[in-house]
């Protein structure tokens, strides 16, 4: 295990053992077996080694989904099911950690927590937009489509704060809501019977003009 594997681990260790956060990185250090200075040749705050625990832990469930040998076979949709079902895995072998965060701190708007998550994980989700803009699977909106991705951090917040309240045998619950909501954002980013009526307005303009006299 490295210096960072142990802050990590020593840091989650003393939030549950003692029902706060260690009260200086000197005594997490102290705690790790590890040196101060090799601590802050790592993490500035323990702020940050929080915020990399969350980054951690959608890191490890990207590894996981994207290693799977049909991954790449999978449509975006399902890519990014599969990316929510391996995150909630991950994040079950952690639920006391993230029940404890959950409970003191209001994670919608933790934006020095959450903020390296969030800009890995609108990377990962800007990378499936553009695959599915690709494939006909994701719609080009002016004005819309550049917004996709917030609305994906938005629906991976929603998806966090049900399973923390969750308490469904195997939190099924949760892989419903999961299914319901990347099912609805699909539907919304993909083409509707709007973008049909549009393009049927589309051609019959053009054909107008074109001389057909339709």
Known sequence: MNNQELIQKTYIEYLLE???????????AKLAGIDEKDFYAIYN???AVEADIWLQFFQEAK?????????????????????????VEVLKNHRSFVLF?????????????????RRAFTEYANELITEGRNTGEVVNRPFVTERYA????????FVLRFWVKDNSAGYELTDAAIEKAVNTSFDFIGKSALDTLFDFGKFLYQTQRAGYGL
């Not at 003692?18 to 997490?28: A, F, T």
């Not at 590894?63 to 995150?87: A, G, N, P």
């Not at 965060?101 to 998550?117: D, K, N, Y």
């Open 45 to 47: 705050s323990l702020q």
């Open 101 to 117: 965060a959950a409970g003191t701190r209001h994670l919608h708007q933790e934006t020095a927590l959450l903020s390296p998550f």
């Open 63 to 87: 590894q996981q989904t994207i290693s799977q040998e049909v991954y790449e076979r999978y449509s975006v949709r399902e890519k990014l099911l599969s990316f929510y079902y391996t995150w």
């Open 18 to 28: 003692n029902g706060k956060v260690p009260p200086s990185p000197y005594l997490l």
């Open 150 to 157: 917030d609305g994906f951090w938005v629906q991976a917040l």
